[in-house]
């Protein structure tokens, strides 16, 4: 069976639960929370270790993350790594974020430009793409600063890349003149 599938079953199972449990809202936040956690490597490949036993990594686990976690995303957190699919557990927790998304109609946005942007231009955008059609009812903009760009900006979201920025402008000026061949002979 594939990642993806383990992942999209997993999270189904964990939503479906805290829809009944009315904890959707705090499970969302701990998925959220463990997904950042395991942006760790340590934690990565600690998770992903075939060399470390289950029992090992329950203790660690506990250690690690009860108190800051929901009871029963602890519960859910344990039976995956008593069924010995804890490998899966970062797959498992983006795959949640992604159905939660999709049940609450909201969009992310990623925002690509060379500096920081006030919150007040964020919010501009925000309303800018609630008003259009190309998303869905709630939008959550995630800025990323890439210096490299030189400029302007980037917008993805879904499969979708808007790129207005310097660099990508002076890559395509420099497309151009290097496919130029008209040449003057003195």
């Known amino acids: 069976m594939s990642i993806q599938r383990i992942a999209s079953r ?25 997904h950042k956690a395991c942006q ?15 029992g090992t990594k329950q203790k660690a686990f506990k250690a690690m993350f009860e108190g800051k976690l929901d009871a029963m995303t602890m519960a859910f957190m344990h039976i995956i790594i008593a ?21 609450n109609h909201i969009s992310t946005v990623r925002l690509i430009t060379a500096v920081k942007v006030d919150q007040a231009t964020i919010n501009d955008i925000i309303k800018k793409f609630e008003t259009s059609k190309s998303t869905r009812n709630t939008v959550e903009i995630e800025n990323i600063v890439k210096p490299d760009i030189i400029g302007g900006f980037k917008v993805e979201f879904d499969d979708k ?26």
């Open 10 to 34: 997993y999270a189904k199972s964990l939503i479906d639960l805290a829809g009944e449990q009315g904890k959707m809202e705090i499970v969302t936040a701990d998925m959220k929370a463990f």
């Open 161 to 186: 890349l808007y790129d207005a920025s310097i660099k990508h402008q002076l890559d395509q000026m420099k497309q151009q003149f290097a496919g130029n061949l008209h040449k003057k002979d003195f």
């Open 40 to 54: 760790n490597r340590d934690l990565y490949l600690f998770l992903k270790s075939p060399i470390i036993n289950s």
């Open 83 to 103: 069924k010995g699919r804890e490998p899966y557990l970062p797959e498992i927790s983006a795959e949640y974020i992604n159905q939660y998304k999709e049940l």
